[in-house]
Every structure is written in structure tokens, then in C-alpha cells.
Nanobody, 129 residues
């Protein structure tokens, strides 16, 4: 069983930056896929970014390309989401997710089609105009 704990959320003005962290624990860090998602109350969950070293692929949602960057520190069992040039529409609860299944990534299609078995509890990001 893998546990994920997000942190780093908060309130920031438009144009500002935040870095979210997702610490994994519970078993050795050998994930095949990592991802960040976000959700606003009343709306569907949106895939922000998904990455797989095994699959050799990283996919960003069009809405965050050029502004958000995902990084992993395997020594710390942590994945980060650096968010720059934040906009009010980035306001949401952000969740990290992971999966150890070979083939959890998708070469084509959307982030929503990737397989993620483990999810964190989320961290709130609020961007004011």
C-alpha cells in the first residue's frame, strides 16, 4: 500500500508561483507513473500533468503548458509540481497520484486515460486576481 501526502498549497495573487510537494511512503518508491490532478467543486477532475520514466513520456494539460513543471526526487520519494504565472482559473484542490503497474501510461490520448491506483488527500490552491 502506498500513501501520498501533498503539501505546499496556499493563496497567491495572479502571476505568482507555488510549489506543491507529494511525499510517497508505505513501500519502496518504484512507481511507474506519477501525476497531478485538480478539481473544482461541481466540476470533473482535470489531469494537470502525468509522467512516466518507464514509459519515457510526460504529458501536460494544454492549460498549464509552459507554466507548470513536474519534477521527481527519488531519493526523497517526493514529486513536485512547480507552478508559475498562476491564474485565477488555476484555483482548485490539487491531488497527486501514482501507480506501479507496468503500462500505466498512455502514449496517446488524455491524462485521464492513464492508470492511477493511489491518490493523496489534496492540497488547496487559491489564486486571486
Amino acid at each position: 500500500q502506498v500513501q501520498l501526502v501533498e503539501s505546499g498549497g496556499g493563496s497567491v495573487q495572479a502571476g505568482g508561483s507555488l510549489r506543491l510537494s507529494c511525499a510517497a511512503s508505505g513501500r519502496p518508491y518504484s512507481t511507474a507513473c506519477m501525476g497531478w490532478f485538480r478539481q473544482v467543486p461541481g466540476k470533473e477532475r482535470e489531469g494537470v500533468v502525468a509522467t512516466s520514466v518507464a514509459g519515457g513520456i510526460t504529458v501536460y494539460a494544454d492549460s498549464v503548458k509552459g507554466r507548470f513543471t513536474i519534477n521527481q526526487d527519488t531519493a526523497k520519494n517526493t514529486v513536485y509540481l512547480q507552478m508559475n504565472s498562476l491564474k485565477p482559473e488555476d484555483t482548485a484542490m490539487y491531488y497527486c497520484a501514482t501507480d506501479n503497474t507496468w503500462g500505466c501510461w498512455r502514449i496517446k490520448g488524455s491524462i485521464a486515460q492513464w492508470d492511477f491506483s493511489y491518490w493523496g488527500q489534496g492540497t488547496q490552491v487559491t489564486v486571486s486576481s
